[in-house]
């Protein structure tokens, strides 16, 4: 069964500051992996989706890595603003016909003015 | 614009009673899910749906039943049988490769 651990579960940062979320699997036979943006009380806003055959996606001040073979992830955010606070989850899928996510447990991210 | 509805934001259950999450979406998706999200946890599969008249469990299923007889939608019943149904549920759609889509929501409370 596929695990998705994303550490830290938290991460407090004064503004301006770059910000780097992690996200592991157990299952490195992953389709594609996708990083959200939870807001309190809402619900999930994709951000940027990397194919298992990418290295990395960018979207403005976003950057996200993928490393398949080490069962990780990572989420660059350039320049930290205080409406980036937000949770952060990470979901991989396991195949083209399987469409199935699992998720992480999120990062929370608070960015200090 | 298209996009996935969820409703109604806010569901109220006594006791005992059963209640149905509505969710549509205009994406031409094939698959739709519904996930629980507890405070403080990730989210948990209740069920999925990869095409129409068919869905399977995913890994909280008990106390749930859903239904899928048309694309656009995907129903989410809480029975009388979940005995800790307060939560806050969240709908998805995906096709293809592409990204998953999520509704804004359902808060569910026992009253």
């Known amino acids: 069964k596929q695990e998705v651990t994303q550490i830290p579960a938290a991460l407090s940062v004064p503004e301006g500051e770059n910000l780097v979320l992690n996200c592991s699997f157990t299952?490195?036979?992953?389709?594609?992996l996708q990083w959200f943006r939870q807001d309190p009380g809402k619900g999930l806003t994709s951000l940027l989706l990397i194919q298992s055959s990418q290295r990395e996606q960018t979207s403005g001040r976003l950057n996200a890595s993928l490393d398949k073979s080490s069962g990780r992830s990572t989420l660059y955010i350039a320049a930290s603003q205080p409406g980036d606070s937000a949770t952060y989850l990470c979901?991989?899928?396991?195949?083209?016909?399987?469409?199935?996510?699992?998720f992480g447990a999120g990062t929370t991210v608070t960015v200090r003015a | 614009d298209g996009g996935i509805t969820q409703s109604p934001k806010y569901l109220f259950r006594k006791e005992g009673q059963n209640v149905t999450l509505s969710c549509e979406q205009n994406l031409n998706h094939d698959a739709m899910y519904w996930y629980r999200q507890d405070p403080g946890q990730g989210l948990r599969l209740i069920y999925y749906s990869q095409i129409v008249n068919d869905f399977q469990k995913g890994d909280i299923a008990e106390g749930y039943s859903v239904s899928r007889e048309k694309k656009e939608s995907f129903p989410l019943t809480v029975t009388s049988a979940q005995k800790n149904p307060t939560a806050f549920y969240l709908c998805a759609s995906i096709t293809g490769g592409a990204e998953a889509f999520f509704g804004q929501g359902t808060r569910l409370t026992v009253v």
């Open positions: 979901a991989v899928r396991p195949g083209s016909n399987d469409y199935k996510l699992s």
């Open positions: 299952d490195s036979a992953i389709y594609n």
